[in-house]
C-alpha cells in the first residue's frame, strides 16, 4: 500500500493538468485577495444609505464554488488521465489490487484537496477581514471563532468534492463526460431545484453537495463515489 501511495503522490507531482489545476487553485488565492481590495475600494465610495442595502456576502463563499470546481477536476484528472493515455493498465500491473489503487487514489487526493481548501479559504478570510473587517464591511462583522466552523466546512467540503470527482472519473473513464456530471451536480441541478414548488425546493436543497450539507449527507456523497467506483474499476477491463 505505501508503494503505491508513494506512485500516486509521484504522479501528481510529474503530471502537467495536474499541475495546472493545482496551479488554479492557488490562483484562487490571488484572486480573493483582488476582490478584497476591490471591493474595498467599492465601499469607500458607497454612501451611507448603499452601504445598509448589501448583503452580509463574504469573498470567501463568494470564490468557494470555483475552489470546489478546481478541485473536483483534480480528482477527475487523476483518474481519467490514466485511462486517456493507457497508463492505468501499468498502473494495475504494478499494482493489482485493484481498490488498494483506488484507495491510494481517494487518499492523495483527498489530502490535497483538503489541504489546498485550508490554506485558500483561511488565507483569503485573513486577508479579506483585515481589509474590509476595519471598514465595517458587513460579511466580516463576525469574530474569528465564530467563522471558523464555517471556513473547516468550506475546507473539508473541497475534499469531498475532490473525492466525488474522482468517483465520476473513474464510472465514466472520459474526462469530458466527468467534467460535464461534476459541473451538472455543482452548478445546474442545484438551479433546477430551486424551482421546484414548495417544500421539495428546500428539501432537495439542502442535499446538494455545495450547499453545505449536513455531514452525513457528505459522507454519503463519499460513500456512493466510491462505492461506484470500486464496483467499476472491478470489474470493467482496462
Same mark, same amino acid.
Given at each position: 500500500m505505501r508503494d503505491v501511495l508513494s506512485a500516486e503522490w509521484l504522479k501528481i507531482r510529474t503530471t502537467r493538468s495536474t499541475r495546472f489545476v493545482l496551479l488554479a487553485v492557488m490562483a484562487i488565492a490571488v @484572486?480573493?485577495? @483582488?476582490?478584497a481590495y476591490a471591493w474595498g475600494q467599492t465601499w469607500e465610495g458607497m454612501s451611507p444609505e448603499s452601504r445598509t442595502r448589501l448583503s452580509d456576502? =463574504? !469573498?470567501?463563499?463568494? $470564490?468557494a464554488p470555483l475552489l470546489h470546481f478546481c478541485l473536483a477536476v483534480l480528482g477527475v484528472l487523476i483518474i481519467t488521465g490514466e485511462y486517456a493515455t493507457g497508463a492505468i493498465r501499468t498502473s494495475l500491473t504494478v499494482a493489482p489490487r485493484r481498490l488498494s489503487v /483506488?484507495? =491510494?487514489k481517494a487518499?492523495? *487526493?483527498?489530502? !490535497?484537496?483538503? *489541504?489546498?481548501?485550508? /490554506?485558500v479559504t483561511f488565507s483569503t478570510y485573513l486577508v479579506s477581514h483585515e481589509v474590509l473587517g476595519s471598514r465595517g464591511f458587513p460579511g466580516y462583522? &463576525? $469574530? #474569528?471563532?465564530?467563522e471558523l466552523p464555517g471556513l473547516v466546512q468550506t475546507s473539508v467540503l473541497a475534499m469531498v468534492v475532490a473525492i466525488v470527482g474522482l468517483g465520476l472519473g473513474t464510472v465514466l473513464r =472520459? $474526462? &469530458?463526460? &466527468? /467534467?460535464f456530471a461534476i459541473a451538472a451536480l455543482v452548478f445546474i441541478?442545484? *438551479?433546477? *431545484?430551486? #424551482? @421546484?414548488? +414548495?417544500?421539495w425546493? +428546500?428539501?432537495?436543497?439542502? @442535499?446538494? /453537495?455545495l450547499n453545505m450539507p449536513h455531514p452525513l449527507v457528505a459522507i454519503g456523497y463519499v460513500v456512493a463515489a466510491l462505492g461506484a467506483a470500486a464496483v467499476a474499476i472491478l470489474h470493467r477491463d482496462v
Amino acid at each position: 500500500m505505501r508503494d503505491v501511495l508513494s506512485a500516486e503522490w509521484l504522479k501528481i507531482r510529474t503530471t502537467r493538468s495536474t499541475r495546472f489545476v493545482l496551479l488554479a487553485v492557488m490562483a484562487i488565492a490571488v @484572486l480573493g485577495m @483582488l476582490l478584497a481590495y476591490a471591493w474595498g475600494q467599492t465601499w469607500e465610495g458607497m454612501s451611507p444609505e448603499s452601504r445598509t442595502r448589501l448583503s452580509d456576502a =463574504s !469573498i470567501e463563499d463568494t $470564490t468557494a464554488p470555483l475552489l470546489h470546481f478546481c478541485l473536483a477536476v483534480l480528482g477527475v484528472l487523476i483518474i481519467t488521465g490514466e485511462y486517456a493515455t493507457g497508463a492505468i493498465r501499468t498502473s494495475l500491473t504494478v499494482a493489482p489490487r485493484r481498490l488498494s489503487v /483506488l484507495a =491510494s487514489k481517494a487518499s492523495v *487526493v483527498g489530502v !490535497i484537496a483538503l *489541504v489546498s481548501g485550508l /490554506l485558500v479559504t483561511f488565507s483569503t478570510y485573513l486577508v479579506s477581514h483585515e481589509v474590509l473587517g476595519s471598514r465595517g464591511f458587513p460579511g466580516y462583522a &463576525a $469574530t #474569528f471563532e465564530e467563522e471558523l466552523p464555517g471556513l473547516v466546512q468550506t475546507s473539508v467540503l473541497a475534499m469531498v468534492v475532490a473525492i466525488v470527482g474522482l468517483g465520476l472519473g473513474t464510472v465514466l473513464r =472520459s $474526462t &469530458a463526460g &466527468a /467534467l460535464f456530471a461534476i459541473a451538472a451536480l455543482v452548478f445546474i441541478v442545484p *438551479v433546477l *431545484v430551486g #424551482f @421546484l414548488p +414548495d417544500p421539495w425546493d +428546500d428539501r432537495l436543497g439542502s @442535499l446538494m /453537495l455545495l450547499n453545505m450539507p449536513h455531514p452525513l449527507v457528505a459522507i454519503g456523497y463519499v460513500v456512493a463515489a466510491l462505492g461506484a467506483a470500486a464496483v467499476a474499476i472491478l470489474h470493467r477491463d482496462v
